[in-house]
């Protein structure tokens, strides 16, 4: 395991503990090292996701796609995102891409 993943793991652990914001900040020092970092991004755009920031989640989980198009839960969690805005026919084509 690298020392990004150590570090994402322990934003992991922040994120899942309600402490968002040290958990955002923890991703965005990452995606300073590495700006496409998939993981990171996506779990960014989950955190707009559930501080109710559905353009953002979008955002930044649509970005999280085109970096790994293969990531199951990308797309999962942004059909959920589009759900929440009231756009199913968004969220059933993610849905049925993986």
Do not use: C, W
């Not at 992991?12 to 991004?41: F, N, W």
């Not at 198009?69 to 969690?77: E, L, Q, R, T």
């Amino acid at each position: 395991m690298s020392d990004i993943d150590h570090i994402i793991e322990t934003a992991l652990t922040h994120q899942r503990d309600g402490r968002l914001e040290e958990a955002a900040d923890i991703y965005r020092k990452v995606l300073e090292i590495d700006p496409v970092h998939a993981d990171a991004i996506h779990f960014l755009g989950m955190i707009a996701y559930a501080q109710k920031n559905y353009d953002e989640a979008i955002e930044l989980i649509g970005k999280a796609i085109l970096v790994n198009p293969s990531a199951a839960d990308f797309h999962i969690n942004i059909a959920s995102v589009f759900l929440a805005t009231g756009n199913a026919k968004q969220a059933k084509s993610h849905a049925l891409t993986h």
